[in-house]
């Protein structure tokens, strides 16, 4: 059994950042494949990045440049947040499947995850 556990949320201007941590807890084994989801209100959850098997990190639209994510030796899963605009507005998600590899092709759909955090609230104001 692996927990997620996301923290680092909260308010910010635009123009602001924020760091998102998503701490693993549990059997942790590689392969795996971690990533960032978010869900705003009334939309459905959309993937912010994705971590494959290798370590790549490969972001959604036009996030990447304002989003950078990483990884530490504990497998733990970070997002830098800069550049925040309104629209970053929603609650993060961080998601896991390990022994396991994948590609951003797989990792990108949500069904696929088999352990999922509780979330974190992200509100950015104008």
């Known amino acids: 059994q692996v927990h997620l556990v996301e923290s680092g949320g909260g308010s910010a201007q635009a123009g602001g950042s924020l760091r998102l941590s998503c701490v693993a807890s549990?059997?942790?084994?590689?392969?795996?494949?971690m990533g960032w989801f978010r869900q705003a209100p009334g939309k459905e959850r959309e993937v912010v990045v994705i971590?494959?098997?290798?370590?790549?990190a490969t972001y959604a639209g036009s996030l990447e440049g304002r989003f950078t994510a990483s990884q530490d030796n504990a497998k733990n899963l970070y997002l830098r947040m800069d550049s925040l605009k309104p629209e970053d507005t929603a609650t993060y998600y961080c998601?896991?499947?390990?022994?396991?590899?994948?590609?951003?092709?797989?990792?990108?759909?949500?069904?696929?995850?088999?352990?999922w955090g509780q979330g974190t609230q992200v509100t950015v104001s104008s």
């Open positions: 971590i494959d098997s290798k370590g790549i």
């Open positions: 998601a896991a499947r390990y022994r396991t590899y994948c590609t951003y092709g797989i990792g990108a759909e949500m069904a696929w995850y088999n352990y």
């Open positions: 549990g059997n942790i084994y590689w392969p795996y494949c």
